[in-house]
């Protein structure tokens, strides 16, 4: 262990993972503690989403239940590589890194649609990756496109990503006639249900709300849309990405075809809701959620599988990037 560089010791310690656990506790606790008025100032928003929270959800619940989606969602993204060896191991720092870019975000430690929908997603995404080179693959675009319709309930625009979906499903050669009814099928079955729903009650608007909010465009103006911790925190991701996608590209030889097609449909996927974001910062907030999946992956496949002087440094510089970026954020938010 002593011959090893830091990065090496970290991304393959057993007992990173709990230490990052225990570190996001406190950070969280921290934060609700110094921040007890945060997002007493959120906007409305989606109008089923605000009377489901309304409805079912007390006030205190906020901060708990989305700190237990996103460790749902650091499971799954266990689960995601070890079915499918993105990392080439069986590694957990991705889940690791995934818990470390929610903690700096204060914002994201309050309950938004996105973080359901960010379930969903990843879901979908897993069946959309087994469905690679099926001979049958009808069955998994289905439940794919199952899970796109649910997250779309809570957070409409989620549906924009149904062309990716296609395309990575053409890409996995997965796409035929019979699966692309499928995926329709899929899609609409969430749907089927809120129709009987809202007929039954006499609620139609409930209905037509997902596809209302579909079509209305938030004007592009980032200095009413996105604060200034925002705005810092996605050019750090971004740098981020930009780095782990360009070793992913670089040494893709040395991953397997069917790894190397995941990757690069992460690559496609993660480039896509940041451009999503540029375009309708209005929805920062829940498409963050969705960004930290692909970003954490790549990250995770970049620190595991390189051990060289300049990752060894870049490992550090992010990690004390990450240190100066939570108290930056919290610092902005007082």
Avoid at 133 to 156: C, D, E, K, M
Avoid at 197 to 217: D, N, R, S, T
Avoid at 303 to 327: A, H, Q
């Amino acid at each position: 262990m002593r011959n090893k560089r830091l990065q090496s010791q970290i991304t393959a310690g057993r007992f990173t993972l709990p230490a990052v656990i225990l570190i996001c506790t406190v950070c969280w606790i921290s934060t609700s503690i110094l921040l007890p008025t945060m997002g007493s100032e959120r906007e409305s928003g989606y109008a089923l989403w605000q009377s489901l929270c309304t409805s079912y959800l007390p006030a205190w619940a906020d901060r708990i239940l989305s700190f237990a989606l996103y460790a749902v969602i650091g499971y799954f993204l266990i689960e995601l590589n070890n079915t499918f060896a993105i990392i080439r191991m069986r590694a957990s720092v991705q889940t690791a890194i995934y818990f470390l870019l929610v903690t700096i975000c204060p914002g994201m430690h309050l309950l938004y649609a996105g973080d359901v929908a960010a379930v969903a997603f990843l879901i979908s995404l897993y069946f959309l990756f087994k469905s690679y080179q099926q001979t049958r693959p009808v069955g998994h675009i289905f439940n794919s496109f199952v899970f796109i319709g649910a997250g779309s309930l809570v957070f409409p625009q989620l549906l924009y990503f149904i062309p990716l979906w296609l395309i990575g499903a053409y890409n996995f050669q997965s796409l035929t006639l019979r699966s692309f009814c499928g995926a329709i099928i899929g899609l609409s079955v969430p749907y089927w249900f809120l129709f009987g729903h809202a007929f039954f009650y006499g609620e139609m608007e409930l209905f037509y709300q997902p596809f209302i909010e579909l079509v209305h465009f938030q004007p592009i103006e980032f200095g009413k849309s996105l604060q200034l911790w925002e705005l810092v925190t996605l050019g750090y991701l971004f740098i981020l990405f930009i780095v782990s996608a360009a070793h992913c590209i670089v040494s893709g030889f040395e991953d397997k075809i069917r790894t190397r097609s995941y990757l690069h449909f992460l690559i496609f996927l993660s480039l896509c809701i940041f451009l999503f974001i540029f375009l309708q910062p209005a929805h920062c907030m829940d498409l963050l959620s969705l960004l930290l999946i692909g970003v954490s992956i790549l990250v995770g496949h970049l620190f595991v599988l390189t051990s060289s002087k300049t990752s060894n440094l870049f490992f550090i510089g992010s990690m004390t990037g990450l240190i100066l970026l939570f108290c930056f954020n919290v610092w902005t938010l007082l």
